[in-house]
């Protein structure tokens, strides 16, 4: 995690005038690669919520101020100088959804209400965008829940038809809403979104879920699912047109599609709401299966006998994750999803943390010992993961193991902070949350919480390690299920801590 952190300091990231954050996605010899903080690929990031939460604000801000087309569509690229103009290609679904998740992330994080009734309009509009006349790609027409037209997304091409990767993104969203509608009083809206959440959820997990994993829902052979969004538009990066781009003569299929593929993406969505704090948004026993299933299907411990035709940044003895599969038996499209053979470290890093999180512990280190393993200085860079560019943005997905190894969760709004450690025993843990960063150390029946910088404003600790009656400081105090409750807020700073028994206190 603190290899890929020197992707902050190299030149894919700027800061402007004002203070706001600026990114490429990466950076080639003499030019940035693919500019203008792109929504897809930042979405991966995790590190600047949680050691600079001011600065990835900004993010968030420039993003409805300066990309919010008028139909509440949220475009991905940020053009500079800010307000300068939109980028050509529409709103991509990942990038879009993935921006209110992560509006939702940074008020939980701040607690700060003024901020979020600053930007709802903006973010209440971009919901409203999936189900708008005014969309041309027709994501939700009918407010099913589910994403059904034509969704552009970080592999750089459109899906069409239900799949949980970026529908696991609309609902995470819809939840997201729901809880900020709350909070700002447009309750009528928030029970819309909790609605569409509930119903589009149920469709996934009955219609979408194969018994192992989640696939796309789609009729390759079908050509007039494409004809809808065949209105003299180019086809997103592509300079064909939409029918060349999009349709094959030659196998008579929708190109560039999942089917019956198994995506290591393919639950991003429940990622992020597990990051942001916002629970479950599938089922978590088909969670856990598909989860199970890329680890069996995706990783490679080898890749001697893979055969890869696009970019290779893992090859030969080494192991490493692959995009996309298709396990024995599964629809697989004669030209199926770019990318899908190429190895990317910010996936493998993904799926690590959401590995770890989810009780796969081992699973998820092996996949982290593949990829630092490529990166050990002597094969490659290990301050420098490369995908479309050295020091790529998508690596930053790393600092979601920090998190998903210490069970870390945090609500400013409630000050609260908790722990739950993906292994049990003593240890000492790095956090950083809100206002400040520490440490929390866990011995026997006690856990000693210390900030080293900054300062914790705490009034709850969620420990659900430590059982039995609760002290603070060797003082009694009340406890509701895994919650220990202090005696009122309390604002800790630099070089203080408290010392939290349960049970017998053995060596507090």
């Given at each position: 995690?603190?290899?890929?952190?020197?992707?902050l300091?190299?030149?894919?990231?700027i800061?402007?005038?004002g203070g706001?954050?600026?990114?490429?996605?990466?950076?080639?010899?003499?030019?940035?690669?693919?500019?203008?903080s792109?929504?897809?690929?930042?979405?991966?990031?995790?590190?600047?919520?949680?050691?600079?939460?001011?600065?990835?604000r900004?993010l968030?801000?420039?993003?409805?101020?300066?990309?919010?087309?008028?139909?509440g569509?949220?475009?991905?690229?940020?053009?500079?100088?800010l307000?300068?103009?939109?980028?050509?290609?529409?709103?991509?679904?990942?990038?879009?959804?993935?921006?209110?998740?992560?509006?939702?992330?940074?008020?939980?994080?701040s607690?700060?209400?003024?901020?979020?009734?600053?930007?709802?309009?903006?973010?209440?509009?971009s919901?409203?965008?999936?189900w708008?006349?005014?969309?041309?790609?027709?994501?939700?027409?009918?407010?099913?829940?589910?994403?059904?037209?034509?969704?552009?997304?970080?592999?750089?091409?459109?899906?069409?038809?239900?799949?949980?990767?970026?529908?696991?993104f609309?609902l995470?969203?819809?939840?997201?809403?729901?809880?900020?509608?709350?909070?700002?009083?447009?309750?009528?809206?928030?029970g819309?979104?909790?609605?569409?959440?509930?119903k589009?959820?149920?469709?996934?997990?009955?219609?979408?879920?194969?018994g192992?994993?989640?696939?796309?829902?789609?009729?390759?052979?079908d050509?007039?699912?494409?004809?809808?969004?065949?209105?003299?538009?180019?086809?997103?990066?592509l300079?064909?047109?939409?029918?060349?781009?999009?349709?094959?003569?030659?196998?008579?299929?929708?190109?560039?599609?999942?089917?019956?593929?198994?995506?290591?993406?393919?639950?991003?969505?429940?990622?992020?709401?597990?990051?942001?704090?916002?629970?479950?948004?599938?089922?978590?026993e088909?969670?856990?299966?598909?989860?199970?299933?890329?680890?069996?299907e995706?990783?490679?411990?080898?890749?001697s006998?893979?055969?890869?035709?696009?970019?290779?940044?893992?090859?030969?003895?080494?192991?490493?994750?692959?995009?996309?599969?298709?396990?024995?038996?599964?629809?697989?499209?004669?030209?199926?999803?770019?990318?899908?053979?190429?190895?990317?470290?910010?996936?493998?890093?993904m799926?690590?943390?959401?590995?770890?999180?989810?009780?796969?512990?081992?699973?998820?280190?092996?996949?982290?010992?593949?990829?630092?393993a490529?990166?050990?200085?002597?094969?490659r860079?290990?301050?420098?993961?490369?995908?479309?560019?050295?020091?790529?943005?998508r690596?930053?997905?790393?600092?979601?193991?920090?998190?998903?190894?210490?069970?870390?969760?945090?609500?400013?709004?409630?000050?609260?902070?908790?722990?739950?450690?993906?292994?049990?025993?003593?240890?000492?843990?790095?956090?950083?949350a809100?206002?400040?960063?520490?440490?929390?150390e866990f011995?026997?029946?006690?856990?000693?919480?210390?900030?080293?910088?900054?300062?914790?404003?705490v009034?709850?600790l969620?420990?659900?390690?430590?059982?039995g009656?609760?002290?603070?400081?060797?003082r009694?105090?009340?406890?509701?299920?895994?919650?220990?409750?202090l005696?009122?807020?309390?604002?800790?700073?630099?070089?203080?801590?408290?010392?939290?028994?349960?049970?017998r206190?053995?060596?507090a």
């Amino acid at each position: 995690m603190s290899s890929t952190l020197g992707v902050l300091r190299s030149a894919t990231v700027i800061r402007l005038e004002g203070g706001e954050l600026w990114g490429w996605e990466g950076q080639h010899i003499g030019e940035g690669s693919c500019e203008g903080s792109c929504t897809h690929v930042w979405n991966y990031q995790q590190a600047l919520a949680w050691l600079f939460p001011a600065l990835e604000r900004t993010l968030r801000e420039t993003e409805f101020i300066y990309n919010q087309l008028p139909n509440g569509g949220l475009t991905f690229r940020q053009r500079l100088p800010l307000g300068s103009g939109f980028d050509i290609i529409g709103p991509c679904a990942d990038g879009h959804f993935g921006s209110t998740i992560k509006a939702y992330r940074e008020w939980r994080n701040s607690g700060d209400d003024a901020w979020l009734r600053r930007f709802w309009p903006n973010i209440r509009k971009s919901i409203e965008y999936a189900w708008s006349p005014d969309n041309p790609d027709r994501w939700d027409p009918d407010r099913t829940g589910v994403l059904w037209g034509k969704q552009h997304h970080t592999l750089d091409m459109e899906l069409f038809g239900p799949n949980s990767w970026l529908t696991s993104f609309y609902l995470a969203a819809l939840k997201a809403a729901e809880e900020m509608a709350e909070a700002v009083g447009d309750k009528d809206f928030g029970g819309e979104c909790a609605a569409l959440a509930k119903k589009g959820a149920a469709y996934v997990d009955s219609a979408l879920f194969n018994g192992r994993y989640y696939a796309q829902k789609l009729d390759l052979a079908d050509r007039s699912i494409l004809e809808p969004f065949d209105k003299g538009r180019k086809a997103g990066v592509l300079r064909d047109s939409f029918m060349q781009a999009y349709w094959s003569e030659e196998y008579r299929q929708i190109k560039y599609q999942i089917g019956g593929g198994c995506l290591t993406d393919q639950i991003l969505g429940q990622w992020h709401a597990d990051l942001a704090g916002l629970g479950d948004v599938l089922s978590p026993e088909h969670v856990v299966s598909a989860l199970r299933s890329i680890y069996r299907e995706n990783f490679r411990p080898n890749l001697s006998d893979h055969f890869n035709p696009c970019r290779v940044y893992a090859y030969e003895d080494e192991a490493g994750l692959l995009v996309c599969s298709w396990p024995g038996g599964s629809e697989e499209p004669a030209m199926p999803v770019p990318y899908s053979e190429e190895v990317w470290t910010g996936l493998e890093y993904m799926l690590a943390s959401h590995l770890i999180a989810r009780g796969l512990v081992e699973e998820g280190l092996t996949i982290v010992r593949a990829a630092r393993a490529r990166h050990d200085g002597s094969r490659r860079n290990p301050y420098n993961d490369i995908e479309c560019g050295s020091y790529y943005a998508r690596s930053l997905s790393s600092y979601a193991l920090l998190n998903a190894y210490s069970g870390l969760t945090f609500d400013q709004r409630i000050g609260e902070i908790g722990f739950k450690p993906a292994r049990g025993g003593d240890a000492v843990y790095f956090w950083s949350a809100g206002r400040g960063w520490g440490e929390i150390e866990f011995r026997g029946v006690t856990a000693t919480l210390s900030v080293k910088g900054g300062e914790l404003a705490v009034s709850r600790l969620r420990l659900p390690s430590l059982s039995g009656r609760a002290e603070i400081d060797n003082r009694p105090t009340l406890r509701e299920g895994e919650v220990i409750l202090l005696d009122g807020p309390r604002v800790l700073r630099a070089g203080e801590r408290i010392i939290i028994g349960a049970g017998r206190r053995g060596g507090a």
